[in-house]
Every structure is written in C-alpha cells, then in structure tokens.
C-alpha cells in the first residue's frame, strides 16, 4: 500500500521567516495531495490541495509543489505568523480514491 | 451551512465493551469518511461510506465497522473494546466520490477505554 513519510516531525521559526515541510510517497498511482492544518484541540482544515496535472500551487503566503517524478511534495509559508503554529499533515490519495494516506504531521511553531 | 457534527464529543468505555459514535456531514455531501487519531500512529483511514454502501476501508480489524443511512448519516461501532483503541475519532464528509477530493472534518470524538 502507499506509504507517505513527512519531515520534519517539528519545526520552530522565527515569525516573518518561511517554513518548508516536505512529504515523499511510495505509490506511482497517487495523484491527489492535500494539505491540512490541526491547530490544538480543533479539527484539522483543509488548507491546500494539489492534483498530478499541476506542479505547483498557490494560494497567497502558502504554495505547494510536487515532484512527480521524485514522488514528492512540500508545503511552502511565507511570511509566517504566531497563528500559523498547528500540526500539519500532508495526505495522498490515488485517482481511484480508495485510499488517503497521512503523512505522520508536523507540528509548526511560530515564535513572535 | 451547519459543518460536520460529531456525538458524543468524549466517551470513557471498558475493556470489552462496545460504543457507538455518530457523524451528520455537511448538508448536500453523500461521502463519509471516518479516520483514527492517535499520538503514535497519528491519522489513520477507517472507511469510507457513499450512499449508503461502504466503498473503502483501510486497514482495521473487523471490530471496526460502520454503517449510513440515506440521510447519509452515518455511524461507527467498535466492539470488544480494547486499550489500544483510545483515540480521537474523526469524521469527514465531502461533495466527493472517493477520497480524493477535500474532506470537511467534524471536532472528533475522544474516546476512552479503560
């Protein structure tokens, strides 16, 4: 089955730096990539997604790229701020979408 | 529009013993995943119900099981409870047919067994 793997396990960055997670996954197959934020106590949110056809995505401090080729993805925050402290996972699904692999989280802290 | 309702939010149960979690998704989506949350093994798919019909299951024991309605209500059972089974248990539901496509997650229930 698809295995997705996600580094790093924390991350800690000075507000206003960038942060970069990256997922890698096993399965040739997957070719959907979601990106969801857990802040403490709360539900994760879908923050991003990607699909196979597009190699990168951007929705204004956040972008996510993928590699198809080397089977792998990142989440890219610019400009981050103390409320982007949360947990992030990164997911793949296959185009049959009958399975969602989670990567392990990372858990963000931004320190003011 | 009401997002995707979990009940009970927190449940404490005993070995061996079995429990049932409900999920109402958002009005209008038919496909309700549910998924394991714990601090080790981090989210994990349960399955995944659409119309009704259960289209995708991960990889559980048999004590895990669920149903929807056509509502597309949708409920989770585990028996025999065992101590490994204390996580959060989250439902999603989405416009989707499948897994890929975005999924809107309830707050979970906590359960715990003792």
């Known amino acids: 089955g698809e295995n997705v793997e996600q580094h790093p396990s924390t991350l800690s960055v000075q507000e206003g730096d960038s942060a970069v997670i990256k997922c890698t996954y096993s399965d040739s197959a997957s070719n959907y990539f979601p990106w969801y934020k857990q802040e403490l106590g709360k539900r994760p949110q879908l923050i991003i997604d990607?699909?196979?056809?597009?190699g990168e995505k951007k929705d204004q401090r956040i972008a996510v790229t993928l590699n198809k080729t080397a089977k792998h993805f990142s989440l890219h925050i610019t400009e981050t701020q103390p409320e982007d402290s949360a947990v992030y996972f990164c997911?793949?699904?296959?185009?049959?979408?009958?399975?969602?692999?989670f990567g392990g989280g990372t858990r963000l802290m931004v320190k003011p | 529009k009401a997002g995707v309702t979990q009940t009970p939010r927190y449940l404490i149960k005993t070995r061996g013993q079995q429990v049932t979690l409900s999920c109402s998704p958002i009005s209008g989506h038919r496909s309700v995943s549910w998924y394991q949350q714990t601090p080790g093994q981090g989210l994990q798919f349960l399955f995944e119900y659409f119309s009704e019909t259960q289209r995708n299951k991960g990889n559980f024991p048999g004590r895990f099981s669920g149903r929807q309605f056509s509502n597309s209500r949708s409920e989770m059972n585990v028996s025999t409870l065992e101590l490994g089974d204390s996580a959060l248990y989250l439902c999603?539901?989405?416009?989707?047919?499948?897994?890929?496509?975005?999924?809107?997650f309830g707050n979970g229930t906590r359960l715990t067994v003792t």
């Open positions: 997911a793949a699904s296959n185009n049959a979408g009958n399975m969602l692999t």
């Open positions: 990607i699909r196979s056809n597009v």
């Open positions: 999603a539901s989405s416009t989707g047919h499948g897994l890929n496509s975005p999924l809107h």
